[in-house]
C-alpha cells in the first residue's frame, strides 16, 4: 500500500463549497503543491483503462455507476478494482457500498475543477 500523501483536486472555499485546487493553467505559473495534484489528476487518467473507467462513471445515468455495470473494460476484475482505486486516490471517483455493490460517482464539482485548470482566458 502506498504511504503517499493524496492532495485533493477541489479544496474548502471558505463556507462557499468546494474551489479547485489550482489556478487554470493560463493564469499563473503553478506551485510545487499545484502541480503535485494537478499531475496526480493527469497521471490518473493517463491509462486508457482508467481514462475509460471514468468516462463509464461519468457518463453513466445519474452521474453514477454500480461497478457491475462498468467492468467490461477488457481486463480483469482485480484489475478495475486496481483501477477504480487509482481513480478515487487521485480525488476524481467517490465510492458508496450498498449491499455487495460499490457505486462509483465523480462529483460535478471535479469536472468543473478540471475544466476550470485548463480553460483557456476570455478574449480581450
Not at 474548502?12 to 468546494?18: F, I, L, Y
Not at 510545487?32 to 445515468?61: C, I, N, Q, W, Y
Not at 450498498?98 to 478540471?114: D, I, K
Request: include cysteine.
Amino acid at each position: 500500500m502506498s504511504n503517499a500523501k493524496v492532495l485533493p483536486l477541489l479544496e474548502p472555499a471558505d463556507g462557499q463549497g468546494v474551489a479547485p485546487c489550482c489556478p487554470p493553467l493560463t493564469e499563473r505559473p503553478m506551485t510545487a503543491v499545484e502541480a503535485e495534484t494537478a499531475a496526480r489528476m493527469f497521471k490518473a487518467l493517463g491509462d486508457p483503462v482508467r481514462l475509460r473507467l471514468f468516462s463509464a462513471v461519468a457518463s453513466h445515468e445519474g452521474g453514477e455507476a454500480c461497478v457491475c455495470d462498468i467492468s467490461d473494460v477488457g481486463v480483469s476484475q482485480p484489475t478495475v478494482s486496481h483501477h477504480l482505486k487509482k481513480l478515487k486516490e487521485a480525488g476524481l471517483l467517490t465510492s458508496e457500498r450498498r449491499g455487495t455493490w460499490v457505486y462509483y460517482r465523480v462529483e460535478p464539482s471535479v469536472l468543473a475543477a478540471m475544466g476550470k485548470l485548463l480553460a483557456m482566458p476570455a478574449a480581450a
